[in-house]
């Protein structure tokens, strides 16, 4: 087939198919050299891949790692590595010309082979090559090549000017704001599709076309040593990054047997997080969504994930030099106890790192084994202990509210059971949430009870790293949940849920627990709805949202009682309010209070309610909102939104 | 420094408060059980004593089998080994009072030749506040009480000891000497997962009442003094709110204040 | 002859309002039992005798005098006490219940093979065998002990638990001069002078009664009016968060979740709601008041006395009340 457009083709220049030119027949000398360049260009590779592997594999095995479900693995890689989905939804335009550089990689495979294969004077797609099997194959192919190749020059220029001109702060690492490596290799990419395209306007044979060829091979040669020593690593492991994912979001491993105390020093890395740390290609998009990154603290997620890397190539996961502590020389424990757990980096992240786990690993090394000593961490972990709830508040409190409230106590024979959780229990705020939510029960004649003792279920605990208090709360509250045939279980706090469903797993079988707003969502056609005028922005709470998936059924509640408003960071990129991780319970912040940056997000919304779903959130919205003077929207949760169009206690609840 | 610490274990603050059908002491049913507040106080001074001048410390603790679990989490926070007074049953201890607790105590340890022996200011079930100063007596040993900070000196020991109103006053002591820790003195540690690992490996000797009973006739229980009832006192801890003009409110409060709590 | 021997301990070279308390108490049991009470009490090292006695007249006085007892120390107080008591021979001994007294005085009876009824509440007399009541379990149980032997019963009496009694006037009570065997040697204990802690540092943890005020307070141009109440309480001022972040009053006043954690003799709560995160610095005071015109507000629910009302006013009414009170 013969393009009719003015190629050069038409033009006269060349007759026949739009095809690179031909470089001509090869000296035996320039074989020679070929093969040499090509043994050398792999043999460096090798060495330095060779280590990386090497180092991967020699990572102790993760436990509790499962390849099955195989499906879902199967489906991120496609999405995720091959239609490059996250990468162009969470930064469009650089996405988009990352994709184009990405899918031209792909769509020059042939090309490279061919390209070799002609130094070696076998022409594969050659007329009298491939093309002899498959008619008209190589004209598609060569101008398929060439459309990519240009899509991947303009984009590499794209994003060479990003880098290097527009300067955007996530890409920089600290100590260094411009990468040299990043324009050596973006310098290559544009040599290779340039070469390329250039050939297709040169004669062949022609020593133009000679001196194109090696050019082209020169810089394949020289990118592949290339790749192993810097991030462009990820173009091999990221794709075995994001199919060795660990399975579901924010996944905190189990320990593995008595010597296990999280991550400690170099020799309890995992295969995992190794392989994860050489995947990193220090995008800063972690970074760029990370509340404590934003706020003026130390704590930055790519660092962390670098920190690791460097540790990695320093000290290697085995031998003596890997018993040098993690928390050292490339990672702090200051940074690693800023982390609130929200999982916004472990989202973004395009290469399918999973920050969380590790801060929380890092975490988990600092306390299991006391280094940590923080005077509001030990006061935690020993209110916990002994008062068995993180405020260190006594049990009577909690069953004088049950009393005053009239609540019914869970005795088995109830369809749920209504759990109060440290907040719901203790804090004025949170027992006001429990009081609106009873409300709603009552009106819909649900059948619930609470449980006459509540143990804290442990989230600041797991998060912070302590397993001793976190497997004695949790143990114990299953064994109390069995015996009292719990089996299904509404909670008001997503922190509740989230370690009730998934941490707890490690210990026994949790009940089925469900988040109020699924609960209030289901029950809508049922509850009566008055809606006003009114604009209610909401917000997101990081462990419903992201590490749950629970978006529409909150708003649903919120949009039957008014206009709902979204804050301009809302669904996955809710920005945190900075309670989690067990950090409500530290101390005073460094720098700015995430808790004020995303309140006054929320008041610009313009909204006068400001719609809740979480009791932390709640609570760290509560200081902030006041500081903000008397005109700052209401905070209300959604089971207060709900409970506020019930109608009056007097009149009668429909059946 | 060799540094025994007794430890008590109590029931916990929150217990629910029922009195037993004997009416001599609570329903221990669903009671849970933690170590006594300023003897934590006292075990964290011996372990900061043991990391700034090397040594051993030793938990002593006198109680039924539960009393097991305050001594490994003592160990797990880095108490070199233990001795348990192990008594038979719930019961077995109630007829032994200060002094006959004290007596047990300082058998348990006599061999030990300890320089220092240090327990909490006062039990947070009993109140006394004695046993470590009869341990002295019956040791003949120099003591001090309300200690808030413990130096090594050429001669023995240096502490920092409370006193009422906000004064303070320090003692040189020679060693070995008893000490009663004050509560709030030092910040606590908390049991970590590494710790309770080890805890697993220290030695806890067990010696039984009984034991103890055969071998020093001293120490049968003949209390001194006897505790005959128990009653739940009427007031319980309800929010009194005081009405009337400002006036009268701030009357009624400087009252309560003066006679009830007996802070002015 | 059996008798109750009171000890008056001195504060300030006074005998002090406690050891009169103690008195009274010793007056009320030896009442009871029919039995004369006699009080003892280290002299002065310039000697001198009480100008008033707040009771009865004492069957007898024993001054205890000796140089080794003019500063305290337990082997000193225990060995003059010890010789005394072998000389007396009293069935009761009472003593206030101090810091000094815990101090020594099991050491005492242990020396006697007795055992210190400590910290009583009260006394009830069943014939001949008074029952002492003392709390258990920081003050939720009472209970009641009695003395199962025929040697001396050692009690102290704890503060505030008898009231004081009127003067006696006119009796110039000399008293007879006691001097215990003691050396310097025996003494194994050496103190030194007693100082307050530095007033640079706020240490809220130290005071008994804490005046703290919240957001109620409006402006912090109001402040004198609570600063005021505190320094007629003789009591440290402290804050909610909100006050130390509007920088009204320095960080470490601040009491909650991320300041200070304290459990004062008494707690004031002025205008402060009683938000979760100021609760936990400070439920674990003994007694908790709160003014606070919301009488729906949170910190209501663990007061043990509240006022609702406005502060401006009950404030300077309560600064006033107590001042007619201390005078």
Redesign the interface.
Known sequence: MYLVVATPSTLGLFAGPILPADPGRFLLIEKFVLAALILTSAGLFWKRFGIVVDKIFKSRRDPGFHLSPVGKRIWDFFWEVLCQAKVIRERPLPGLAHAFVFWSFLAFALVTLNHIATGFGIPMLAPNGLSRYIPLFADFYFLFAALFAIACVVSIAGLFIRRFVVRPVWLSRVGHELSWESGVIAGLIFALMATYLASFFVADGSLAARLLWWSHTLSLLVFLPLVPHTKHLHLILSPVTIFLSRGSFSQIPPLAGDEDFGLVTGKDLTQLVSLQAYSCVECGRCTEHCPAANTGKILNPKEVILGVRGYLNEYGPVGSSAEELLLGKYNSQEAAFQCTTCGACEFQCPVGIEHVPIIVGLRRGAVNTGAWEDD?GT?LFLAMERNSNA????AS?RD?FIQKQELPIFDGTQEYCLWLGC?GG?????REIISSFVEVMRYLGTSYGVLRKEKCTGDPARRLGNDLVFQQLAESNLEAMTQQKVKKIISICPHCVRTIQEDWKEFGTPPEIEHHSEFLARHQTQLPHQKTEEKIAYHDPCYLGRYRNVYDQPRSVISSAGTLVEAERSRERSFCCGAGGGLA?L??EHGQRVSSVRAQELVATGATTIGAACPFCN?MF??AL??QGDNSPRLLDIAQIAAMQLPKPDAKPQA | MKIIVAIKQV?E?DAR?R?DAQGKW?DLQDVEFTMNESDAYALEEALQLKEAHGGEVIVLSAGPERVGRTIREALAKGADRAIHIESADETALSDF???GI?RLLAAAVKDEQADLILTGLQS???????TG??M???LGL?????ILKIEKTDTGIKVLR???D?????????TPAVLTIQS?NSKLRYATLMGIKKAKTKEVRIVSVADLQASNPDLAPR???????????HKQ?T?????GT??E???A??E????E???? | MSSVLVFLEKKNDEISRISWETYAAGNELGKALGLPVDFAYIANPTGGSLPVIFGEDPQEIHVIDHPVLNVYT??GYTAAFCQLIEKVKPAFVLFPH??QV???A??L???F???????VTGFISCGTQP?FI????????????????SGTCFVSIQ??AFRMLGPRQGSTAMGEKFTPKLEASEI??????????SAQTVDL?????LVSVG?GIKEQANLPIVEELAKV?GAELAAS??IC?NGWLPMDRQVG??GQ?VAP??YLAIGIS????H??GM?GS??I?AINKDENA?I???????????LF??VP??T???RK??A
């Not at chain 2, 947070?124 to 004695?130: E, I, R, T, V």
């Not at chain 2, 120099?142 to 309300?146: F, G, M, N, R, V």
């Not at chain 2, 906000?166 to 020679?174: C, E, I, T, V």
């Not at chain 3, 258990?136 to 149980?141: F, I």
């Open positions: 509001y006061k405020l260190g508040l006594s409190e004088k907040m203790y804090d004025p705020k949170g319970f101390g005073e609570t509560r200081d006041a500081s | 029931p603050r408060i009195i609570i009072d200060a002094l004290a947070d079930d009993l109140g006394l506040g004695q100063v009869i002295a007596e019956l120099p003591h001090a009480t309300l409370e006193l009422e906000g004064w303070f006053q320090h003692l040189a002591l020679p709030g209390p001194v003094v006897v505790l005959e009832k128990i009653i739940l006192p801890r929010t009194q709110i005081l009405g400002p006036g409110a701030a009357a409060l400087v309560k204040l003066q006679f709590v007996r802070a002015i | 337990a082997d101090t810091y815990r101090d020594f099991p050491r009876a242990t020396r093979g007795q055992v210190l009824i400590s910290d029952r003392r709390q258990l379990l920081q003050g939720k149980l009472n209970a009641e002990y009695t003395h199962s032997n503060s505030g194994r204990v050496q103190p030194g002078e007693p100082f307050r802690a943890n130290s005071a008994a009664i957001r309480l968060r909100p972040d979740s991320s954690t003799k008494v009683g938000a979760i995160q609760l936990v439920k003994q007694c008041v949170p209501f629910e663990v007061a043990d006395y509240g006022i609702v009302g406005d006013e009950v009414a309560l006033a009340a107590v009170v201390k």
